[in-house]
């Protein structure tokens, strides 16, 4: 049994459930494409090697973490190009996780398993559709281009890892050097209704808090992974997402099972819909009307 340091790159498909269900044969050539397309050159070129694909999920290692994250936003920037061929609705968001850590390879088929591997799964799902999140390990090894930038994601007490991890985002740095903190109105929303059994929801958002939260507030039923818990089970771990857009509110899906709505209009994954006091947000089969407090 061999173990060897590795750069791990782990890959899911955000709403696959969704989107096999609605149109199966086009989903899973759309899927085949993206790897032979997509993954497999920007593995290539990062001198990496795809580990294997089970279902939409992907797993490749690296030598260093600079490749692999440098791997990891070729995937992302490919894929944007890629999905420009397609329908709104088909689109393909990966979520992309990256950890460096310990792996013992199977000398049989050269699969990977161990620790390492299994963070770099638990950190993919605290990523954003179309995003990459990464390990602080991993962060503190790699220097962006300067077009990225890395955004504290927090602590996260992940499942089955006894240790808490603090994850960060790799996203666009769009905000210019000196640019002035938004101020944003002392306001706060309730968030409140029913499940279809009748049973009350509840919780509380103040938008000002939102400023210092560049990441977004995370909507699910996963008390480890969101700051909003939701605990229905048509509510997904990772659900949705609260952020502001200027001073004003908005709310995206993060590729949930059972779908988020306002107003009765059904969200696409990762396209984000604003929100205001008076709406209603559907999250699965949870309807949360939306008032000042």
Known sequence: MQRRLAAIVHADLAGFTRMMEGAETRTFRHLKSAQIEVWRPAIDV????????????????FGSAVSAVGAAIDIQERMARFNEALNEDQRMLFRIGVHLGEVIIDDEDQNIFGDGVNLAARIQAIAEPGGIAVSRAVRDLVELRVEYAFHDGGEHQLKNVSRSVQVFHVRPARQAPGTTTRMVPQITLRFEGPDSAGRKHLFEVALDKLVGQPQGLFIGRGADQCELVV?????????AKL??????LQVED??????TAVNGVVLKAGAPMALQAGSKLRLGDVELLIQHI
């Open 254 to 259: 993060l590729g949930s099972t059972n779908g």
């Open 243 to 248: 952020s502001l857009a200027g001073e004003a």
């Open 231 to 239: 605990p229905h089970p048509t509510v997904s771990r990772r659900h």
């Open 46 to 61: 990062g001198r990496g090697r795809l580990v294997g694909t089970a279902g939409d999920a992907m797993l490749a290692e």
